[in-house]
């Protein structure tokens, strides 16, 4: 079992930024990708980007590319979410995920394993 526990979500005006964190803790070892995914109300959760924790490969989603970026540190086992430019949008909660193997992809239900998710309100 993989534990994850993510922070850093709160509110911030349209352009701001945020930095989210994921810690992980239990069987990390079993890790093969990390992800982040967003859900809003109403909607389906969707992936927003991801990391490849053994080459370090990453991928975002097209809506995101250019001003989030996913990093790592292994040392900590912990995964960040830099978010600049942020859009005014709907509220979303913003869940950290791992997978314990296959191909990292952005689509939810291949995920093993998911943290409590933090919020994001994006106000213009």
């Known amino acids: 079992q993989v534990q994850l526990v993510e922070s850093g979500g709160g509110s911030v005006q349209a352009g701001g930024s945020l930095r989210l964190s994921c810690a992980a803790s239990g069987y990390t070892d079993s890790r093969y990708c990390m992800g982040w995914f967003r859900q809003a109300p109403g909607k389906e959760r969707e992936g927003v980007a991801n990391v490849n924790i053994r080459n370090g490969n990453t991928y975002y989603a097209d809506s995101v590319k250019g001003r989030f970026t996913v990093s790592q540190d292994n040392a900590n086992d912990t995964v960040y979410l830099q978010m600049n430019s942020l859009k005014p949008e709907a509220p979303a909660m913003y869940y950290c995920?791992?997978?314990?193997?296959?191909?990292?992809?952005?689509?939810?239900?291949?995920?093993?394993?998911w943290g409590q998710g933090t919020q994001v309100t994006v106000s213009s």
């Open positions: 995920a791992a997978r314990a193997g296959g191909v990292c992809t952005l689509v939810a239900d291949t995920w093993n394993y």
